[in-house]
């Protein structure tokens, strides 16, 4: 009698391509946490970068220019009375370089502008991290819930876009700022993506500024764990 040689082929299992797919999901939202968070940092090392600069321009400035009154004051009150008080006379070329630094300094703080700069780039830093939060909770709460893959799909396909946007409207990091934000998260000094429950509570806390974001972040870091 005949025989079917044909080999017999499995039936295709519904669940477990949803598996697949769900954990396509679950990858691509811890990727997008990871560029988030390498992008956030690049974004902070600038602007740390920018503070410094405003500081070193600013505070020579304000010395020099006080040494300029001085001098000027000086050599005021030696023309009046050079006579009686000789030592108070200050040579002019002194005079017209202290004045000369002021200038310079003030034309290159204005042409710099860093402490715009640096405003600008804490602002998208922490829009960064406002992004590294969502997608971690995509991964780790939305994907955990009884929802379809299509409203999943549709939760990742908002946070492609989200940082798509970004790196169109924030300001450009230079490959320095870049490089140091990638090794700092990845030593720790940052909060590190993907990283145990352990990892996450030992690393420094980031703080972008002084004031308000060190509670916000805080808050956003007790609700990721």
Known sequence: MPTDLTP???????RAAEKELLDTFIEEGK?????????SAGHNEEALAAEWLHKWIGIPSIVISALAGLASGATSASAAGAATQPNLAIPAA??????FSVTLLASLS??????????????AANAYWQLRADARNFYLIECKKPKSLAELESELLVLQKKIKDLDDQTPMVSDKAST??????????YVRANGSSEDQALAPLWRLDRTVLVRTFAKNLGADQ
Request: neutral net charge; aromatic residues 4%; glycine residues 4%.
């Open 180 to 189: 140091r934000g990638i090794a700092k998260t990845k030593d720790g000094t």
């Open 94 to 99: 002194v005079v017209a370089l202290l004045s």
């Open 8 to 14: 017999e082929v499995p039936a295709p299992n519904p």
């Open 31 to 39: 990727r997008l946490e990871k560029e988030a968070l390498e992008d």
């Open 110 to 123: 204005t042409f710099l502008d860093p402490k715009t700069q640096a405003a600008n780039q804490y602002k």
